[in-house]
Each structure stands twice: as structure tokens, then as C-alpha cells.
């Protein structure tokens, strides 16, 4: 059976996550406009730089709760690789979509904000109310993705 847009975008999304590097959740995201696919990322670390599978995790080490203290991260989350990587080839995300594995964190959350997205389309659940909390007064339609109940494309 053909999948419907949703299904299409977010089989894409897992695909693209499975190049993450991080060792605790792996990510990953594609940004679309008018059903085509602008950009996609994944987490890890920045460019040239060692891999936190590689030297080990920080935040691990310091037994930090998920969710909690992104400044001790090496990685880029996977929206904010989505959003660079139009960035850096000139592409325009006013008014797109974003397909992510994981729901925004609140860095993730302002990024998409500023960069005009207009719609998350999520499947994994993130421990950081306050990213929901501004994504709903910017009004960003978010929608928790589940196979075979939603098109909203």
C-alpha cells in the first residue's frame, strides 16, 4: 500500500538517523516544502571533529539527565544540522515542515521559530515542556506522528 506523505517524510526521518553518532538517542530530521525534501541532519559532532562514539559521551559520564544541560554536548542536534545545512546552501525553510524522530528541545524549538518553520511533524517523545510551551505561542502546528492515523501534508 502507498504510504501517505506523512509516513513518507518520517520513513525518511528514521533512514537519516541512523548516520548519528551519538551514543545516548540517535536523531534525525528532513525539512520540506510543497512535498519535496529541502534538507536533512542527523546529530552528531560538528565537522572535522572527533565523534562522542568515538571519545565517549560527556554528558554520560556526568550522569546527566536527558534532556537537561545541552551546553555540555559536543553534538549538533539533528533540526539545528537540518537548519545549518539550508543555511550553508542558500535554501529558503520560510514555511516548511519538519519531520523529526525525536520532539524539538527547547534550543531545537527557538531555532525552528526563527527559521520560519510552520509545522513539526514528530514521533518520539523529549522530556522539555517549555520547547512545546514556546513552539505553541509562536504557533508552530505540532503533530505527534502515529502510522496509519495522520496525513497532514
Known sequence: MRPSWDEYFMEIAEVVKKRSTCVRRQVGAIIVKDKQILTTGYNGAPKNLEHCQNI???REQMNVPSGERHELCRALHAEQNAIIQAAYNGVSIKGA??????RPCVLCAKMCINAGITKIVYSGDYPDEMSTQLLNEANVKMVKFESGKNSTV
Open 97 to 102: 515542515t519538519l519531520y523529526v524522530t525525536t
Open 56 to 58: 565517549g559521551c560527556k
